[in-house]
C-alpha cells in the first residue's frame, strides 16, 4: 500500500523518518490528491476505514476531503515507521462555535518536537508545522 501511494502521489524520495520524508510527502500529497467533497454534498455513505481511502484515492485516482485524505496520509506515515496520533479538530470554530469541534481530522507526528499534518483541506498548510 505504501509504494501504491508513493507513485500515486509522485513521491521518490528516499524514505526516512525525518523532516525531509514527511515534509516531501506532505507537498507531493497536496499537489496530487484533490479536495474532493462533493460525496457529503449528495449525502453519500462513507465508509471510514482505511480500505475505504485507499480504493477512492489510490486505486480510482480521486481526491477526498480531510477523513479521507488525512485518514489515508497518517496510516502511510504509520507504516513508514512514523509516530501519528490521530486528532479530531474543527475548522471556522469563530463562526460555527461548539458545532465545528471534529469537523476535521489531523495527524500530529513527533519528531524532535511535535507537529501538525494536515493535507485535508484544498488550500494548505503545504508543510507540517511545529504545534506551539
Not at 57 to 74: D, K, P, S
Amino acid at each position: 500500500m505504501i509504494e501504491a501511494y508513493l507513485n500515486r502521489i509522485g513521491y521518490a524520495e528516499p524514505l526516512g523518518v525525518d523532516m525531509a520524508t514527511l515534509r516531501g510527502i506532505q507537498r507531493a500529497e497536496m499537489a496530487a490528491v484533490a479536495y474532493e467533497n462533493i460525496g457529503m454534498h449528495l449525502e453519500r455513505r462513507f465508509v471510514m476505514e482505511e480500505h475505504s481511502f485507499v480504493q477512492q484515492i489510490i486505486e480510482e485516482g480521486r481526491g477526498g476531503w480531510c477523513y479521507q485524505r488525512n485518514g489515508l496520509l497518517t496510516a502511510v506515515l504509520q507504516k513508514i515507521g512514523f509516530k501519528v496520533t490521530r486528532v479530531g479538530s474543527c475548522i471556522k470554530r469563530d463562526t460555527l462555535g461548539e458545532d465545528a469541534f471534529g469537523d476535521h481530522l489531523i495527524g500530529l507526528v513527533d519528531l524532535d518536537k511535535r507537529y501538525v499534518v494536515d493535507a485535508g483541506l484544498g488550500l494548505g498548510p503545504i508543510d507540517p508545522y511545529p504545534l506551539e
